[in-house]
């Protein structure tokens, strides 16, 4: 609602407005941009004017949601299911990705498959087994593995240590 309003205020009409993108009819000159970016920011926003920034953006979200907010994560391969729901090949989604983060967008959806591990195993509510099929890991020793990998922890080990700490906070 934010962003409707500031666009408003600079006398632009809003097409469409949809989380992280909006669309105006009228051309923003310099100085409406820059005065658009400087009372964004004041909200704590950001204006991304830059496709990459863009693509980069679009591509984080969709794997945090995929990750963290779906339900399921899909059956098909993560770089189709990518292509398919932003709408451009994988290998330029890929290079674009590589080019300005410093990591592969597999190795971006790793870190945040461990994050949602990590978040797994401290509900309790859920069984390493279950995790890492929840999580599509090919076996519980997979996900050990890239677990111990990016957090220098054992799955097992980690949830213990949680354990301990909480058993202090209730002291």
């Not at 309003?5 to 949809?18: D, P």
Request: with cysteine; hydrophobic share 35%; aromatic share 8%.
């Amino acid at each position: 609602m934010m962003v409707k309003e500031e666009l408003n205020k600079l006398g632009f009409q809003c097409v469409n407005v949809e989380l992280g993108m909006v669309e105006i009819r009228e051309n923003i000159s310099h100085n409406q941009h820059d005065l658009l970016k400087r009372n964004l920011l004041k909200s704590g926003l950001e204006l991304l004017d830059d496709k990459k920034s863009i693509i980069i953006n679009r591509i984080k979200s969709a794997i945090i949601d995929m990750v963290h907010y779906g339900d399921e994560l899909p059956t098909v391969n993560y770089s189709n299911y990518l292509a398919e729901k932003l709408g451009y090949h994988y290998k330029y989604l890929s290079n674009v990705f590589s080019e300005v983060k410093g990591i592969t967008i597999q190795q971006y959806i790793i870190l945040h498959k461990i994050e949602k591990a990590k978040e797994l195993l401290l509900y309790e509510q859920l069984n390493l087994t279950e995790i890492s099929y929840k999580l599509q890991y090919s076996s519980v020793a997979h996900l050990s593995n890239q677990f111990k990998k990016i957090t220098g922890l054992s799955p097992s080990f980690y949830k213990k240590l949680k354990e301990k700490r909480t058993g202090l906070e209730n002291i």
